[in-house]
């Protein structure tokens, strides 16, 4: 029987997304800062799958253990940020009939930071290319600090236009940015008894991975396929290595495949041709490559220091 094609639903416009909360068209085409005690933003009134043209900011003011985060646990219950940025696929939440509720839902058309340095910077925060349910959780004081912005951008977008109205709408949203980030980093540090659980899991995966010859098939690790073992995104993999190891998922998985390599070279007599190919490399070329980067030696000359 032929598979049923999901379609995903396309909020073009910040109007669309007005539309499917129920709530009247936005005051302005380009930014849109929906205030959950005036207006109830009720999620699951959402499409079960949508992808947004715009930005998207959310804080949820209760999660209740009903978002995932990553591998679904939880270190805080008070709150959260989530983002998105556009042409992701977000699905709904898991319980359709909850209602689960924005205290503030900020929307941001990639047009409106035309002609400021924000409009390039925002991609390169992190968490713009999470998956949809991992979670900034806040404590108290960075939720006051979170929604107090939120507040300022309410006001201005209600106030009277003038001509440094935008201008101080997209300091706020770079402010709002930056403290995300310094929370995100902080997350991490406190979440490193979680991460450091799943560094051992990453590293069952990887031995997993070449004690079953899945290289001989499949090649070099990726770091997709590793994150799709642990249930997170790529992205937020390397952040947490990153903040644990101080190297990112690819960095991790070359080192693992030149451990692998050494205890090829030391204990078999499989040329480096073969261990190459038996590590997942199609050219023995870019095996000799990566080896010598690693270890300022060629693999022979490896092998040579065991003889």
Not at 24 to 51: E, F, M, Q, Y
Not at 77 to 98: S, T, V
Not at 116 to 128: D, E, M, S, V, W
Not at 138 to 167: C, H, M, P, V, Y
Request: overall charge neutral; charged content about 20%.
């Amino acid at each position: 029987m032929k598979k049923e094609e999901i379609v995903h639903v396309k909020m073009e416009s910040l109007s669309d997304m007005h539309r499917a909360f129920g709530l009247p068209a936005p005051a302005h085409p380009l930014i849109s800062l929906i205030d959950g005690a005036t207006n109830r933003v009720i999620l699951s009134r959402l499409p079960h799958s949508h992808v947004l043209n715009f930005y998207k900011i959310s804080y949820k003011p209760s999660l209740g253990g009903k978002l995932k985060y990553g591998q679904g646990y939880y270190d805080f219950d008070e709150g959260g940020l989530l983002f998105a940025a556009p042409n992701q696929i977000i699905g709904n939440h898991a319980n359709n009939d909850a209602e689960i509720c924005s205290q503030y839902t900020l929307l941001i058309h990639p047009d409106f930071l035309w002609n400021y340095p924000l409009a390039k910077k925002i991609r390169q925060y992190g968490f713009f290319s999470y998956a949809a349910n991992e979670t900034l959780h806040l404590s108290d004081k960075e939720k006051a600090t979170i929604i107090s912005i939120f507040k300022i951008i309410e006001e201005e977008l209600n106030s009277r236009i003038d001509d440094l109205s935008q201008d101080v709408v997209i300091s706020q949203i770079e402010l709002l940015l930056t403290y995300a980030d310094r929370f995100y980093k902080r997350q991490f540090i406190t979440r490193k008894t979680v991460n450091s659980d799943l560094l051992q899991q990453l590293e069952s995966i990887l031995d997993a991975y070449f004690a079953d010859e899945k290289s001989l098939n499949q090649g070099t690790p990726t770091v997709q396929y590793l994150a799709e073992k642990l249930n997170l995104s790529p992205s937020y993999l390397s952040d947490m290595l990153r903040s644990l190891t101080g190297q990112n998922a690819q960095q991790h998985i070359h080192n693992k495949l030149i451990e692998k390599a050494k205890e090829k070279l030391s204990t078999t007599s499989l040329s480096v041709s073969e261990v190459a190919y038996a590590l997942g490399f199609e050219h023995p070329q870019s095996f000799n490559k990566l080896f010598k980067a690693k270890t300022n030696i060629s693999p022979l000359e490896f092998r040579r220091s065991f003889s």
